[in-house]
Nanobody
Framework: QVQLVESGGGLVQAGGSLRLSCAASGMILSINAMGWYRQAPGKQRELVATIRSGGSTNYADSVKGRFTISRDNAKNTVYLQMNSLKPEDTAVYYC?????WGQGTQVTVSS
């Protein structure tokens, strides 16, 4: 059974940093594309970043230059390093691979 478990969310001031982690079990993370999504209150879920099996990455325009997606194949974990955080980054962040989703982790950025 595939499970994706996110961690690392929290409350941070604007300009600060957080690193989210998504630990995968029941699947080999390195051979699958992985993505981070977020959903703010009253808004639709949106794509934040993806990393393909070959290592290529893609980012939403709103986070380019501030967020970095990476993975550790040995730990079967994907990360999202978030720097220069803004209040508009406040959302629940979800890890995704194909049809599987994590439970989400809350990120709150205060101004």
């Amino acid at each position: 059974q595939v499970q994706l478990v996110e961690s690392g969310g929290g409350l941070v001031q604007a300009g600060g940093s957080l690193r989210l982690s998504c630990a995968a079990s029941g699947m080999i993370l390195s051979i699958n594309a992985m993505g981070w999504y977020r959903q703010a209150p009253g808004k639709q879920r949106e794509l934040v970043a993806t990393i393909r099996s070959g290592g290529s990455t893609n980012y939403a325009d709103s986070v380019k230059g501030r967020f970095t997606i990476s993975r550790d194949n040995a730990k079967n974990t994907v990360y999202l390093q978030m720097n220069s955080l803004k209040p508009e980054d406040t959302a629940v962040y979800y890890c995704n691979s194909m049809k599987w989703w994590g439970q989400g982790t809350q990120v709150t950025v205060s101004s």
